[in-house]
């Protein structure tokens, strides 16, 4: 009898990280697939399943303009109740640290199903940074029964939380898994760029950098951009009212900074190779990045993925304005700085994650 696997995705870097795994996994004669979508970011989800031609088969449609922290989790927690009890699944699996997979792996403990954590073991150690997404892989990590840690840093965190070493598995993270089958395709970036400029791809969205700090940000950039007129800027705004209606006031009136939609995941890939460096707040573009070979500077003060930043391809600049500045001018300058942080350095795997997941799967169920 096949065994019933419900895969659970809210946001779209859930889906980029999960997709690997939901193909490996509906490819394995002895497991029954089911794609729940909470659809916590409505439109950036459907753009990456769309991608990799994957359909929900229950779909909460949960997203809600300036919806609060307490509201999300309790609405989640009331539908995924309901959702459990149909369904009966023999195992969930979440990625990540978003409310999603926190409510997800809360409801599954309450219902006594056994839940699999994707990205486990990602600690900063500061409940408050980044926020909620510390606390929710915390939580979320307590609860679980299998234990997918995508580094050897990521496992120790989990042993000195106590997790049984039994429970974790090493399989380094499934994003490298979707960046190479991505990055092997030749998509479009679909906006006008000068082909002889360098180009600086910009993301910033997290919580922790609403308000002052996200000001510094775009000051800096305003400066960069006076600065270099000879490099360009691309900035794909997140639709947070937090995010998009400051950067549009302060970038926008700046011809070498292109501030667009958000890029669905291929053209994002594309921007990614196209790009002499990027500036990002992002975890994942932390770990897809170094992959491709481009320096990144991240716009935060500490990071649950040390591993870049060990290998200096990666370096914390913080929402800080000299900082930014600083660091970013030195990679343009510098060519020497430069070539030591674009070394294609890439601590994050192989892209053979899913491949591990699903033994360890096919070992318990198969």
Same mark, same amino acid.
């Given at each position: 009898?096949?065994?019933?696997?419900?895969?659970?995705?809210?946001?779209?870097?859930?889906?980029?990280?999960?997709?690997?795994?939901?193909?490996?996994?509906?490819?394995?004669?002895?497991?029954?697939?089911?794609?729940?979508?909470?659809?916590?970011?409505?439109?950036?989800?459907?753009?990456?399943?769309?991608?990799?031609?994957?359909?929900?088969?229950? %779909?909460?449609?949960?997203?809600?303009?300036?919806?609060?922290?307490?509201?999300?989790?309790?609405?989640?927690?009331?539908?995924?109740?309901?959702?459990?009890?149909?369904?009966?699944?023999?195992?969930?699996?979440?990625?990540?640290?978003?409310?999603?997979?926190?409510?997800?792996?809360?409801?599954?403990?309450?219902?006594?199903?056994?839940?699999?954590?994707?990205?486990?073991?990602?600690?900063?150690?500061?409940?408050?940074?980044?926020?909620?997404?510390?606390?929710?892989?915390?939580?979320?990590?307590?609860?679980?029964?299998?234990?997918?840690?995508?580094?050897?840093?990521?496992?120790?965190?989990?042993?000195?939380?106590?997790?049984?070493?039994?429970?974790?598995?090493?399989?380094?993270?499934?994003?490298?898994?979707?960046?190479?089958?991505?990055?092997?395709?030749?998509?479009?970036?679909?906006?006008?760029?000068?082909?002889?400029?360098?180009?600086?791809?910009?993301?910033?969205?997290?919580?922790?950098?609403?308000?002052?700090?996200?000001?510094?940000?775009?000051?800096?950039?305003?400066?960069?951009?006076?600065?270099?007129?000879?490099?360009?800027?691309?900035?794909?705004?997140?639709?947070?009212?937090?995010?998009?209606?400051?950067?549009?006031?302060?970038?926008?009136?700046?011809?070498?900074?292109?501030?667009?939609?958000?890029?669905?995941?291929?053209?994002?890939?594309?921007?990614?190779?196209?790009?002499?460096?990027?500036?990002? %707040?992002?975890?994942?573009?932390?770990?897809?990045?170094?992959?491709?070979?481009?320096?990144?500077?991240?716009?935060?003060?500490?990071?649950?993925?040390?591993?870049?930043?060990?290998?200096?391809?990666?370096?914390?600049?913080?929402?800080?304005?000299?900082?930014?500045?600083?660091?970013?001018?030195?990679?343009?300058?510098?060519?020497?700085?430069?070539?030591?942080?674009?070394?294609?350095?890439?601590?994050?795997? %192989?892209?053979?994650?899913?491949?591990?997941?699903?033994?360890?799967?096919?070992?318990?169920?198969?």
């Amino acid at each position: 009898m096949k065994k019933k696997i419900l895969c659970v995705v809210g946001t779209r870097p859930e889906a980029i990280k999960m997709a690997p795994v939901i193909l490996a996994l509906k490819a394995e004669p002895w497991a029954n697939v089911r794609l729940l979508a909470t659809a916590q970011h409505r439109h950036m989800l459907d753009q990456v399943l769309d991608f990799f031609d994957i359909e929900p088969d229950i %779909d909460l449609n949960i997203m809600r303009p300036n919806q609060a922290l307490t509201t999300l989790t309790a609405r989640l927690l009331l539908e995924l109740d309901l959702v459990l009890e149909a369904e009966k699944p023999d195992i969930v699996l979440a990625q990540g640290d978003t409310t999603t997979v926190m409510a997800a792996a809360l409801a599954c403990f309450y219902h006594h199903i056994p839940f699999g954590h994707i990205e486990a073991g990602l600690r900063t150690g500061d409940l408050q940074s980044p926020f909620p997404e510390e606390a929710n892989r915390v939580i979320a990590g307590r609860l679980a029964r299998w234990h997918f840690a995508p580094t050897e840093s990521s496992r120790e965190n989990l042993l000195r939380e106590g997790i049984s070493d039994s429970n974790i598995t090493v399989t380094g993270n499934t994003v490298i898994d979707a960046l190479l089958m991505t990055a092997a395709k030749d998509c479009a970036l679909g906006i006008d760029l000068d082909s002889d400029k360098r180009l600086i791809l910009v993301t910033s969205h997290r919580r922790e950098n609403f308000g002052t700090p996200f000001r510094n940000i775009c000051r800096a950039l305003q400066a960069l951009a006076e600065r270099n007129p000879n490099v360009q800027f691309l900035y794909p705004v997140h639709p947070n009212p937090n995010v998009k209606d400051v950067a549009y006031e302060l970038l926008g009136p700046f011809p070498n900074i292109h501030l667009c939609a958000p890029l669905e995941y291929a053209p994002f890939v594309t921007a990614m190779k196209r790009s002499y460096l990027i500036i990002s %707040d992002s975890g994942g573009v932390q770990e897809e990045a170094p992959a491709l070979g481009k320096p990144v500077l991240v716009l935060r003060d500490e990071t649950e993925r040390p591993e870049a930043v060990d290998q200096g391809v990666v370096k914390l600049v913080g929402a800080n304005f000299e900082r930014i500045l600083a660091e970013t001018q030195r990679l343009l300058d510098d060519a020497a700085a430069y070539r030591a942080m674009a070394r294609g350095v890439s601590p994050y795997g %192989d892209g053979r994650a899913s491949e591990r997941i699903v033994r360890v799967l096919r070992e318990h169920f198969g």
